[in-house]
């Protein structure tokens, strides 16, 4: 094990991706998020509508996705590259035709991939930025660089990856006229903010629901207007301040510890990996 410790995987515990990703509320309200704003693009909706049955097992599709997140930024080098590994052979199946623009769409398709990757990426940086703290602008920078590396895992082309806080407000500027509400999207958005009760998800119902109006709070207004969920300033205000006792009582030992629940054993494994590189660092 302490050998497997040395190794800190592909950014590290210096890493301002470490600090970001390492909180609750940047995965959890920045992950719902990411889900509202992707499905604006009518190629990467194309992709999940047709490919996936995260309507029916939502919350395995989420741990799926968590696990990537976390071996691959907390991870040792190994469990990173296996991650992006089977992610790739996933993306291979990924083809077909968009329904809205008719255009071929497929998983591996370069700009497909830069917008998954900086519409979560930033997202997380949104959500820790607004529930837990400000960062300097130099680590803000530092961490959309970090993000380049995470990105070129599953063969998005490094120079396409926005590397800094202004390259990304640029790329979404650049990507705003392609936007559009599809049906896919309009069922991924409705799952987030809306969904169903399941026995799959009842222990964690609630608290999701707290969390995607959170989330909304964070959504780009005009975005919003195009996809018909804005509301008043004084809801969004009311959902920022009911959610953050959740987000508070997320952080606690007992909580973290068993946060196996939500997320599953195998992200949880790779967590608990990551407190050991911070605590041998500390000793």
Known sequence: ????????????????????????????????RTLMIEALHPLAIAGVAQHSAYQQKPLERLQRTY??????????????HAAAQRVRAVHQRVRGIDPVTGAAYSADDPDTQVWVHTVQWYSYLVAYRRFVARLSAEDEDRYMAEGVRIAAL??????????????????????????CVSDGARAAIDLVLRGRFSLELAHIYFLVRFMASAALATVPRDLRKLAGIDRPREADAL?????????????????????????????????????????????
């Open 1 to 32: 094990m302490a050998e497997a410790v040395r190794d800190q995987g592909l950014l590290g515990p210096d890493s301002v991706a470490w600090k970001v990703i390492g909180h609750p509320a940047a995965t959890g309200i920045g992950g719902l």
């Open 154 to 179: 599953v063969g998005t082309p490094p120079e396409r990856v926005p590397a800094t806080v202004a390259a990304a407000r640029a790329y979404f500027a650049s990507v705003r006229p392609r936007l």
């Open 67 to 80: 696990y990537y997140v976390v071996a691959t930024v907390f991870g040792d080098s190994a469990t990173a």
């Open 239 to 283: 959902a920022v301040t009911a959610v953050r006792p959740l987000l508070a009582a997320l952080t606690l030992p007992w909580v973290r510890g068993n946060e196996w629940i939500v997320v599953g054993k195998d992200a949880q494994r790779v967590r608990e990996r990551a407190q050991q590189v911070l605590g041998r660092r500390a000793g």
